[in-house]
Each structure stands twice: as structure tokens, then as C-alpha cells.
């Protein structure tokens, strides 16, 4: 994908608004985890370093609000006495409470991470059975977000119903601290969360991890699919997670998101079009823009990407309707042309096209494919055409390359 | 298909006659309902202009007889005090009884709409868990039909047992109330309906929502099948839900009914010839036939369609046996021919040809596969074969186009 | 296929005998039933005039025993102080005992059908809920064998275990009543009864029901293996059923069958030579030989086939070992080849050549597939073979037709 | 496969451990079980004998030291007085804690087996539902290892939790003995036991019993995938596990490993060299090395392949982390090549290559996919590479065969 376009018309939108009880995520949460860069090597320093580059670098002035602290936090064991989560006290010489209050002062949200299992991905105790004391004591540090693994769960699932009732435990327990917590359910699409999820969770991930690569194959993410996928496992690269969301984006909307996973920008395993494509397709399909990189060493090519305010209002719009794929080609030098559009407020639109052939594509692009689920009046009006990737005259993102009507051709490179 | 006729043969039909315990439904039901055309934007001037429009184009006298309100009749919330459900007081300021009393009075019943989760799939307040409350309402109401959808289920999916579970809760509170209510299940054929609900539903759904549209793909309706199909979507193109249809024909029988969804014919997605195909489908695979459209502003040829007497007979045949797809071929252009037949009361049968492909055909049909099911003694006798589409001379629906034995020729327009 | 041989050699056999407690069904079952040919039109005297029919053709001679009266025996109600399973008084006027009485007289068994659901798959009164009652009625009419099939389960399979508790309840009221009555579970294949039905159920079916066809697809047996079948259907060809019991032979035992259903021998459906092959695979994967025509009124070709001693012999061989598939090859005139070898006792093994193409086929037969269980030793040495199809001098079915070593060509008709 | 091969570089691995609480097999178990030569027929002797060649043929300087006894050692039935299991008597006249004290004073290990069924798939009495007065048994007799089979499972799988319910009754019941006993779990693979018995065992195996073949397709080894197969079987080939293993390897770790069933080297029916890909991959793997030939009378072609320690090694090496399948690709004889890659401890990595195509292939190795996880720092690197199946000058397995950068060609024989 190499270009990402929006286009002016004349429609209005309606999109239930159903959610967690928590009244968060109306529009995708945006913000850093600690994760795809540091891994279970992080400590209070790694975490407020990335918080004071988060405002540095002016990122919150785009949305990225919440500090999220991932897996590898914790003490050897839970304390004692009470059963509650102790954290590393070599890690996090200051405990958690004093960690949320330094990000909350600098504007900032702070989240965590545990496992709807006996431990962590990483070894670490996890939440099932100690929901209530977990939530509790995570309200108590002060906590506006947690993402919620799946290892280690005892075999519970199988069913939707499985799946939903230790997740929705979670939940409950979240929501009966009284504070606001943004409930990231990540159980990588097992038994179908976007059919289960909505009342529950604000966001849900939809596969195995991502993996730094754009299209290559691995064993370790073998389901061709997400529907059914008994194996989500990891390694996923980043265009095989764009087709697993084509079906599910239609489950998705305000407060309740699919997550494609958190970002790879920077991490150096694709090259600067390639982040460009992970960024506008992870845009347009609603998803959580969860930044993964080291954001205190960034090059300005990857805070370019990051920070494409015309790509991330894409993200934001009220509408909270992700783009649909409406056709899919495979191009004759291997891999596949795709179309996606999407709805806007105020009668906009946008539309991208996907090329993980490796070979440069001239494309169609039919208002009627285009339009195809706003009818024909609006398959046959003209629009004006913005490039996202280009700046305007005043050095904004959003470049107006003319008027079209019918259709136009479009170049994608490799 | 652009061909549709009837044969005179020599055999009786045996079927079973089993069904949610309250005597609806013996033939497929037939009416109108709200959504496909108006969605969420109804009140009680949209349905009383429709009820009176079905009186005025005489619709009734062709079977039409259930007026349904779909989604979005909803206050923000039931009744504080009871529980029960309440109607929004802006768009029905007279109430949900005033209504029925008046679709009543017209001669035609009355059907309503809610879901087996927390939320209808326009948010509103759904029925899990309010059984009793709601199915006693509904009574109260006057209300003799129930659409029963499933959003927002709370997981409560995954084996035919938890499904049926779900379902059959309502199914109970429905017949509880002593008054006769047709039980029209919409869990999207999840589980398998057609295994489990022929004792607890009049009809069941069998895939996705129905897209106005002949044969687009579209990634929103992913499965390939409705056979164990995990996320049945929406968005299924006409000709595919079709395809969806062959292999649970054999599940249905008077009282307990496959629905393909209601019909499109009238909202301009497909040409004449098209909704000619859809009508004639729906008809012989014993589909309810609930019309979709504005039918205060039809076209003649949406009418001439939707009061094809002969075909709306062979849906309303007595012997209540679907017809079943005896062969599938892929045409050299793409897409596909397939022979479709069936059995009716008094020796009489029915058989269609349906053309997806983009050019005419002309297609040899066998009596041998015709009346495969029948024997050796029915495929080598004389019939006399009626074409649904064409008038006779009394200009009734249904012209003789002469005796043939062994078989016909037929072409198949695009 | 058109040639079943039988191979002398030096080997011994070790099978576990498990099976439902009651010791029966140490080898497949023999007998005939109403359903192929009657249907639901049965009564006293169908049944009587079978069982005459019976004795009078010496079937009894060659393993014939059990006469099988299928759906459709009931009343339209159960006893209504009692709850006890009542038989239709015009059908039956001199009750079900009597019956049962007259066909023990003759020397044969008698046997029952129902249903593991609310209703037959006929519409009468299941079983589902009225275990004890039934089987101990079942007991006292002198009952010897129960047919239980799975129309109408209120939603009871999904999973193993749900299926399992469902004919485990029957199994054990069966053995309850201390009278020894062969189980024969007809779940259609549902949840794998291979897999968990050993210890409750002396056979299983594992498909949908037999269509009197060689090989034709039809829609309503749509699955292509029987492994995770959700709508086993029926009118499943008999070259189909073949096809599912490959694998699951694995499963089968002394007690613990695989049904492939009842025969269809001398309905008509087949020419000579296909039922020839269906006699044969059916005897040679060790499916109970239900005979399914009428018997009352059989052709000699007919006769012929079903009292081929030899291969019954094989199936009732004390191994009770199905043979299995060690290869199958696409034929390129359409249809498919396959070689299937089976050991017996006394150092005896069985092949078969099975060809499904249209054509005419000389295959060569490598003793290295027909003996790869057995190992080297026994593809390396010479042995005597004989075509159970011909007959030898003294008129008896098995011919010698040589001795062989290494391998032979072996034509197949079509 | 006929090349292996040891690269070395410059990083550090990362492995949570967990695992059954029992703190054993931290790395795969290694040993040697009676079933795949002998089967049923076992006695006191055949284990001694056994034990004692283990000893004779320095086999436990190697790392093998547990000696099991598979099924077929017990009495007609349990204790009727206690319950408890009891041994054949006439196979074991001194009983098993003899047997096992004799094997303890060798220096040896003593492993069982039983079936979490009602029966062993021998047909003897299972554990299901007597798990703890077995597992005390068990620990009075002083065992070491349990193997746990499948058969006659009573229907109770179909769902994660359900099968992992079963596994870890024993599981516990084993903990509860206080005498560490290593859980082999042997549910070959149902319901995904790489998703769900981290915790309860040290190792499941993923598949159904292998058979002594390299490649040879075998219908009662029916599905293509271990994920979601519901009719594991047996007669799997040897290659095909290795298949089967490629996506669950990320799930495995010390503590917990995937086994890929016993060894057949020795067996007979397979070459030398494909006994050394069986043996090579098995390592790589980190599969159980658990012996299954006759070892009181080998060759030395086989004493060879099973004592080659630099092969035992990666298989023991402690980093714990099975080699990833980098690519597969189809030959154009038939069959597929492979890379596979795998992290050891001291920055050093091992890669192996797979030819199951009938012909030599000579294959270009490049370290970017050697090195495809490790990234690009490593993908440049020079590395001195060793032959783990050549001989260096001090007679030791692996001999350097020089250095490399970028890549190398390796030719891969039949």
C-alpha cells in the first residue's frame, strides 16, 4: 500500500455505540507499550524514560495518552499475606502507585498487563482466579488501562462461552473498582471475540503477535485464517494480520475495537513504504495505535510515519467504522492487489489500495467499488482527492490531487 | 434462472409435520417487514402506511399477511418498575397495542422483533435473561410473530446444545403465554438451527444477512458454507445464500422452515431478471417470503413479481418438501448452472435452472436427474411442462409449453 | 471393485475385544430390516412374511438372525398412566410381544428401533427422557436388539462428551433390564462415535443414510470425510461410504463395529456388479450385514450375492479385523482405484481392488502394499490365491486361481 | 534430512520454565520403552533384560535412563479389595516394586504406563476414575515416569477444557504422591495439549502413534494437520510427525516438551540414513529421545545413531528451545526440502536441512533465513560450521567443515 487517499461526499453514518461499562475508547486508544522493543527487559527508568519522550517528541498532541507497561513487571510471587500482585522491587525500586502518579503527572495514562492464566507469557503469576484483588489493587496504583494475555489458561476455552466467562471475570472486576480502566482483552482471536467481546472488553486482539516483517511466512502463525483459528501462535507478519481483519472489521465500533496489535514502526524489519503501509492500514481498520518502538531513539522517518496527523484523524473519526476490503486480486508476479474503503463523518470517505505483490502495480480504482455500499448516487458524483502522504501547501498531510469522477489509476510501488 | 416450470407426474409425498409447539407456520410464512428498506428509521406511520399498502395492492389475497416491526422500536430502556419492555413514546406515541389493534383490524397479524442477547444489534435492550417479561408482553400487545436475532449473545454459542439452550428459552415463554406466536429464530444458522431447532422454531436463519445483490463476494460474508460457518456476517449476495441453501433443504418440512432472509426485490439492487431468480428460489426452497421493500412505492414489475401466483403456490404447497440441487456445474465463464427440483402435492413437481454465470446458456435437462429421487419409472414418462414466467391465455401465471419426455433444452438468459 | 481374493500365510492376530457389557456382536450382526424398502409402511404381517421369508430362503444358514422392525411401529402416543412406549393397534393388533414371540419361534431375534431424541426421525414418540421405561419395555416384549437413532436431540451433541452421555444413558438402561440386547447407535458419524462409543454401543453408524447409488454426489450428504461432519444428511452413495470408513476401520472390533448402514442389495438402484461390491466392502470393513431389499421377493442374482459363504466368511471372521485402505490413485479417466488388505485368522488375509472410475482397469497388485502391515517376510513369499467370486469345482464360492509371488495384474470391470 | 549441522555466534537466549510441579525434565527425557518392539508381549525379563543391555551398552552415559513399561503388565483387574492396580502374575512373579528396586539398583529410572480411559488401548483396566489410588501405587512401587494413554476415553474430550480436566486429575493425583513422577501425557494431541498442559505435564505427545516409514501416506494416520484433529490415529510416518511438529515447537520449553512419539531406529523399516533424520530431527525437535527398538540386540549402525552425542546434545542443550521451520518448499520430483534453525545455549545455533523427495537435491543456505530471528546483525556474520554426522579427528561427532558467510550449498542424498 503506497497510497491513502480521501474523498468528499454525501452520505451521514449511524453506528451503535456498545461497549464495556467503562465509557473509554470511543475512539481506538493510541499511546507505547513496552513490549515489542524491550521486551521483559523494562524497569521503572525504561517506562518513564519512553513517558518523558512521549511528551518530548510532542506525541501527545496526537493522541498517544497511555504508557502501557507490559509483561515482566513483577515480583516473584504475589504477597503473601494479602494475595496481592507485588511488582519487582529491584525493577521498580518505587513501587507501581509511585510510577502511575510520576505518569500522571506528566499528562499522561498509565497502563499494565497481566494473563487470564496461572502465569504470564513470561513466567510471571497471572490473574485467573485473583481477578478481584488484581483489579482492585490495580484501581488502588492508580491504573487506566490493562491488557489481558491469554498463556497459560488452564485449557479454558473452546467455546465462545469458555473464552467469555474468564474474560468477562475481568471485566466485572474492573469495572467494580469504580475507576475507568481500559479493559485490552488479548486473546488472540480464540473462539471469536469479535462475536463475544463487545459488552466486555474495549478492544480485543484479533490473532498471534505480530512480527516485524511484511508478508513472510511463518509456521509459528500457521491459520490461514483467524475464523476458527485454533493456533494463533506469533511471528505474524504485519500483511498476513491485515487479511485476517478484512471479515471482522464489521464487529468493530466505538468502545469496542479490533486490535491488530501494537505498532513495529521503528523497529527496523521493514523498510520506510512498508511502515507507511502498517500505519495507514492499521489507521483505517480502527485499530488501537499502540507505538512499540524505542521512542526515546527515533529517526525522523519513523516519527514522520507516526505522527501523519491527517492518517491518524482517519483512526479518531467519530464515525468508528473500519474500512472494508472490497476486492481482493492476485497480482500475476505473486502476492495480491486489495481495495479498501471506508466511511467517514461528514460525508467523507477514504480509501486505500494494498499491493504485497513485488512488483510496481497500476490499479483502476472504480467509484463503484469504491461506493459499492453507499449506492449508486454516490458511485457516479466527483470528489476531490487528497493524498494523505503528501503535505499540502502549509506543510499539513493531505494533499488534494485533483477531482475525480467514475474512477482513476493509481501507481503503487513495491 | 431465468426459467421456472411445473410438471404432471403419478406419486403421493409423505412428510413430517413437526414443529415449535403451536400449529404456525404449516406452510412458509408470508408478510413484510421494516428493516431491509427503512433499518432503523420506523414508527408507527412506517408500518401503518406498509399494513395499508398490503391491503391496497391486495397483497393479502396472495398470502401476505404478517406486518413486521424490526429493530429500533425501543425506549433507551425497559420499565424501571416492571421490567417489561417499553416502546419508544416518539415514534409509536400511541404504543405497541394501539398498533397491533389497528394492523388488526386490517385483517393482517402483527410480528415484532427483539434478540437472544444484552443488546439488539442496533443497541437497543435485548432479551436475554427477560424470557418471561417479554414473551407476556408481547401477548399483552397482541403480537403473533417474533423475530429473535442474536447480537450480543455474551458467548452463549459454540455447541448445538448452548445454542438450543438460548432459543428454546424464548420458544417456551412464547408458548407459556397461550397465545400463538410464530417463532422466527435468527442465530444466523450458528451451531446448525437446522439440527436442533425443528422443535422449538417455526422457521430459523440460515447465514449472514442478504445483500441486494445478485452474486458480488464480499468479505463481510466470509464462510464458503453455512455448515459450521463461525462468522456468518452480513452482506451474502443473493445467489450465494442460494448456494448456502442446498445441503439443509432436507431439514425443513411444513412447520419448521429454512429462511434465506427477507427479500430485496423492489430496493434496486439487482435487475428484473434477477429478483425474478430471487423470488423463484426463495420459493421453491420454501424460504418464508417477507418482502423487503418500500411497498408504498413499487414499481408494476416489483409487483408483478412479488404476485407471481404460481409461483407463491408452489411455496405454499402443501407438501412443504424443498426442492434440492441434483446438479452443479462450473461454466466455462466463470460462475455456475445448477438443476434444482422438486416435489409438490398431487404428482406435480417443480424444477429450476439457475445461470450465475456472465453469458446465456442453453442447458440439456435429463428427467433422469429431474426425477432422480422418484426412480427409473417417473424419468421416462410424458409431462407437460409450465413456465412459471409466462402468462397463459386466461393471463394467469403458469403457460403450458408442451409435453416432453427424456428432456428439454433450455437457455438461460444473463 | 470386481475381485475379492483371499491370501494364505504365517502370521496370528491380536485384537482387544471391548464392546457395551452384554457380549454380543462378537462378530458384525446379521439380519434385515424394514426401512430400505418399507419405510414407514410397515406391519405385523411386512415383518412376519420377512422372517418367513427368512427361514424359507435358508439365510438363516448363512448368519442371517436378526429381523429389524425400524421407525414408523408406534402409536401416536405413549401410555399415558404408564409412560410406556405403545405400538400402533392397527399395525400391530396383536401387540408387539406376540411379534416378537413368532419371530423367536422361528429361530431368528427381533429387533427394535428408536430414537435418542423428542421424536423419531419418522415423527413418532423418541426416546430422549424415557431411557428406563423403554428399554425395560423393550426387555419385556422379548426384545434382542435396539436401533437408536438421532433425529429431533434438542440440540444434545457438540462434543464428545455430550453425545456420549446421550446413547450412554440408553446403553446402560438397556443393560439394566439384565436381558442381553445388542446396541446398534445410529448417531450418524456426530462427535466420532469411534472415538468414545466402544464401551456403550456393539456398532455405530458413521454416516449419513445409504443412498441405493454407486457413486453419485448429492447435496444432502455434503461432507467429504466423516471426521468432524456436521450434517452427515443422506442419500450418501454407496461408493461414498466406502470412501468415510477409511480411516475410522482403525476403531472397529470384536463387539464395537462400524456401521456403513443397511444394504441396499436388490433394491435396484445398482447393477449386479456394484452390489457384488458393496457386499464385498461392506463385508470386508466388518459393517454389520443388514439386509435392506424384499426379502419376500428376490431375484437369483440377488440370492447369489447375499449367500456368498466365503465372504461372509470374511466378515464374520473371529479377527474381526476391517480391512484397510493402503492405496488409493486418482484414475484418470475420472473416479478413483484403490487396494484394501485385511488379515484374518489362521494365517488368512483378504484383499480387494476397487475401481470407481467409468472405465476398465488392469492394476498391478504389489504384495509390498498388500502385506506392508505384516512386514517384509510376508511380501516376499508365494501364496495361494482364490477369487471369492468364482466358484471352485464342488460349486462352492472361492476358486483357486493360482499362486503368487511378488505381485499380479488384476482387471477391473466397470 | 541428511546434513546437520552447529553454527557459532554471539547471542543469549531467554526461556520461561514451567512445567508439571515436579522439577523434572528440564531437558526432553531420554530412555527406553517396550512398546514399539515388543508390544503386548512383556515380562519381568523383557524389562531387565533391557535395563541391563542400557548398562552393557553404556546407554546411560549417553543420557537414556528411564526404562518403561507400556501397556499390557497388568492383571485381568484391580485388587477387589482395595482397588488397587495390580501386575500379571505370571509375567511379573516378583510384582513391580521388585522390578523396579532391580532397576533403581542398576542406576536406572522405572517408568509406567496407563490410559486415562476405562480401559488401556490394550484392553486392560484404565485409570479414569481410580487416579489416586494409582498414582499412590505407583510412588509405593518406586516409578518414576508415567506414560498416560487415550483410549476409551468415555467421550470426555471435544473441548480444551474437558480433555485437560481428565489429564490433570492424574497430574495432581501424581503431585499429591510427593514422589516427583515425571507426566507423560500421550493424548496424541486432542483438543490442542500444546494450548493447555504446560502446567499439568512434562510432555504430551502431539500426534497419533508413528509407524516404523519414512514418508508413506497411511489412511488411519488420516488428518494434515495436528491442529484441530479429531482422529489422531495411528501408522503416522516419520517424516509426517516432523510435518506435524512445525507449528507447535513454539509452544514447548524445558520442563514441558512436544513428544513426537518413540523412536523406531533399529525397527527395520527405514534406512540408515532416514534413521539419522529420524534421530536428527527428533533432537532438534527437543522431542523425548526414547528408544524403541530391541536394545539387547543392535547393530552397530544403530548403536551408532542412538550414542551420537554431539546429536544428544542440541537435544539436551539447556537453552531448551526446539528449531523453527524457516521455509518449505515443494520439489519437482515430489516431496518438499526444508530449513530448520534453532538457538542453543553460548551463542551457538544449529540448522538442519530435509529432503522427502526421491532424488539428491543440492540446496543454497542462506543465513538470512538461518539467522531470520536473531536479525540482520547475525545474518552477516562469519561461522565456523560443524558436520554433526561426520567424525573429527579425535573420533569425536562433528567435525568442522570450514567457514562460512552469507551461505553455503548443501547437497541433501535420497
Same mark, same amino acid.
Given at each position: 500500500?503506497?497510497?491513502?487517499?480521501?474523498?468528499?461526499?454525501?452520505?451521514?453514518?449511524?453506528? *451503535?455505540?456498545?461497549?464495556?461499562?467503562?465509557?473509554?475508547?470511543?475512539?481506538?486508544?493510541?499511546?507505547?507499550?513496552?513490549?515489542?522493543?524491550?521486551?521483559?527487559?523494562?524497569?521503572?527508568?525504561?517506562?518513564?524514560?519512553? *513517558?518523558?519522550?512521549? #511528551?518530548?517528541?510532542?506525541?501527545?498532541?496526537?493522541?498517544?495518552?497511555?504508557?502501557?507497561?507490559?509483561?515482566?513487571?513483577?515480583?516473584?510471587?504475589?504477597?503473601?499475606?494479602?494475595?496481592?500482585?507485588?511488582?519487582?522491587?529491584?525493577?521498580?525500586?518505587?513501587?507501581?502507585?509511585?510510577?502511575?502518579?510520576?505518569?500522571?503527572?506528566?499528562?499522561l495514562?498509565?497502563?499494565?498487563?497481566?494473563?487470564?492464566?496461572?502465569?504470564?507469557?513470561?513466567?510471571r503469576?497471572?490473574?485467573?482466579?485473583?481477578?478481584?484483588?488484581?483489579?482492585?489493587?490495580?484501581?488502588?496504583?492508580? #491504573?487506566?488501562?490493562?491488557?489481558?494475555d491469554?498463556?497459560?489458561?488452564?485449557?479454558?476455552?473452546?467455546?465462545?462461552?469458555?473464552?467469555?466467562?474468564?474474560?468477562?471475570n475481568?471485566?466485572?472486576?474492573?469495572?467494580?473498582?469504580?475507576?475507568?480502566?481500559?479493559?485490552?482483552?488479548?486473546?488472540?482471536?480464540?473462539?471469536?471475540?469479535?462475536?463475544?467481546?463487545?459488552?466486555?472488553?474495549?478492544?480485543?486482539?484479533?490473532?498471534?503477535?505480530?512480527?516485524?516483517?511484511?508478508?513472510?511466512?511463518?509456521?509459528?502463525?500457521?491459520?490461514?485464517?483467524?475464523?476458527?483459528?485454533?493456533?494463533?501462535?506469533?511471528?505474524?507478519?504485519?500483511?498476513?494480520?491485515?487479511?485476517?481483519?478484512?471479515?471482522?472489521?464489521?464487529?468493530?465500533?466505538?468502545?469496542?475495537?479490533?486490535?491488530?496489535?501494537?505498532?513495529?514502526?521503528?523497529?527496523?524489519?521493514?523498510t520506510?513504504?512498508?511502515? #507507511?503501509?502498517?500505519?495507514?492500514?492499521?489507521?483505517?481498520?480502527?485499530?488501537?495505535?499502540?507505538?512499540?518502538?524505542?521512542?526515546?531513539?527515533?529517526?525522523?522517518?519513523?516519527?514522520?510515519?507516526?505522527?501523519?496527523?491527517?492518517?491518524?484523524?482517519?483512526?479518531?473519526? *467519530?464515525?468508528?467504522?473500519?474500512?472494508?476490503r472490497?476486492?481482493?486480486?492476485?497480482?500475476?508476479?505473486?502476492?495480491?492487489?486489495?481495495?479498501?474503503?471506508?466511511?467517514?463523518?461528514?460525508?467523507?470517505?477514504?480509501?486505500?489500495?494494498?499491493n504485497?505483490?513485488?512488483a510496481?502495480?497500476? #490499479?483502476?480504482v472504480?467509484?463503484?467499488?469504491?461506493?459499492?455500499?453507499?449506492?449508486?448516487?454516490?458511485?457516479?458524483?466527483?470528489?476531490?482527492?487528497?493524498?494523505?502522504?503528501?503535505?499540502?501547501?502549509?506543510?499539513?498531510?493531505?494533499?488534494?490531487?485533483?477531482?475525480?469522477?467514475?474512477?482513476?489509476?493509481?501507481?503503487?510501488?513495491?
Amino acid at each position: 500500500m503506497r497510497l491513502i487517499t480521501s474523498l468528499v461526499a454525501l452520505t451521514s453514518l449511524y453506528t *451503535a455505540v456498545l461497549a464495556a461499562d467503562n465509557g473509554l475508547a470511543v475512539t481506538p486508544q493510541m499511546g507505547w507499550n513496552t513490549w515489542n522493543h524491550f521486551g521483559c527487559d523494562i524497569s521503572e527508568d525504561t517506562i518513564l524514560s519512553a *513517558a518523558s519522550a512521549l #511528551v518530548a517528541n510532542n506525541l501527545t498532541q496526537f493522541g498517544y495518552e497511555y504508557v502501557i507497561m507490559d509483561d515482566c513487571w513483577h515480583a516473584p510471587s504475589r504477597d503473601n499475606q494479602t494475595g496481592a500482585p507485588v511488582a519487582d522491587p529491584a525493577k521498580f525500586p518505587n513501587g507501581i502507585k509511585d510510577l502511575s502518579d510520576k505518569i500522571h503527572a506528566m499528562g499522561l495514562k498509565f497502563g499494565i498487563y497481566s494473563d487470564a492464566g496461572t502465569y504470564t507469557c513470561g513466567g510471571r503469576f497471572g490473574s485467573l482466579g485473583h481477578e478481584q484483588i488484581d483489579a482492585q489493587t490495580y484501581a488502588e496504583w492508580g #491504573v487506566d488501562y490493562l491488557k489481558y494475555d491469554n498463556c497459560y489458561n488452564e485449557g479454558l476455552s473452546g467455546t465462545p462461552q469458555i473464552s467469555h466467562e474468564r474474560y468477562a471475570n475481568m471485566s466485572q472486576a474492573l469495572n467494580a473498582t469504580g475507576r475507568p480502566i481500559l479493559f485490552s482483552m488479548c486473546n488472540w482471536g480464540e473462539d471469536g471475540p469479535w462475536n463475544f467481546a463487545q459488552n466486555i472488553a474495549n478492544s480485543w486482539r484479533i490473532s498471534g503477535d505480530i512480527m516485524d516483517n511484511f508478508d513472510r511466512f511463518d509456521d509459528r502463525c500457521p491459520c490461514t485464517s483467524v475464523i476458527d483459528c485454533k493456533l494463533p501462535g506469533f511471528h505474524c507478519a504485519m500483511s498476513r494480520i491485515i487479511d485476517f481483519a478484512a471479515p471482522v472489521g464489521q464487529k468493530a465500533g466505538p468502545g469496542h475495537w479490533n486490535d491488530l496489535d501494537m505498532l513495529e514502526i521503528g523497529n527496523g524489519g521493514m523498510t520506510f513504504d512498508e511502515y #507507511v503501509t502498517h500505519f495507514s492500514m492499521w489507521s483505517i481498520l480502527k485499530s488501537p495505535l499502540i507505538l512499540g518502538n524505542d521512542i526515546t531513539n527515533m529517526t525522523n522517518e519513523t516519527l514522520a510515519i507516526i505522527t501523519n496527523e491527517a492518517v491518524i484523524a482517519i483512526n479518531q473519526d *467519530a464515525a468508528g467504522s473500519p474500512a472494508n476490503r472490497m476486492w481482493k486480486r492476485s497480482a500475476s508476479e505473486g502476492g495480491d492487489l486489495s481495495l479498501w474503503a471506508g466511511s467517514l463523518v461528514n460525508n467523507t470517505f477514504v480509501f486505500a489500495l494494498l499491493n504485497t505483490s513485488p512488483a510496481e502495480q497500476t #490499479v483502476g480504482v472504480d467509484l463503484a467499488d469504491v461506493f459499492f455500499d453507499q449506492g449508486k448516487s454516490y458511485q457516479t458524483q466527483a470528489y476531490e482527492v487528497f493524498d494523505l502522504w503528501q503535505k499540502d501547501g502549509a506543510g499539513s498531510w493531505g494533499k488534494s490531487i485533483g477531482i475525480i469522477q467514475g474512477g482513476m489509476n493509481v501507481t503503487i510501488g513495491v
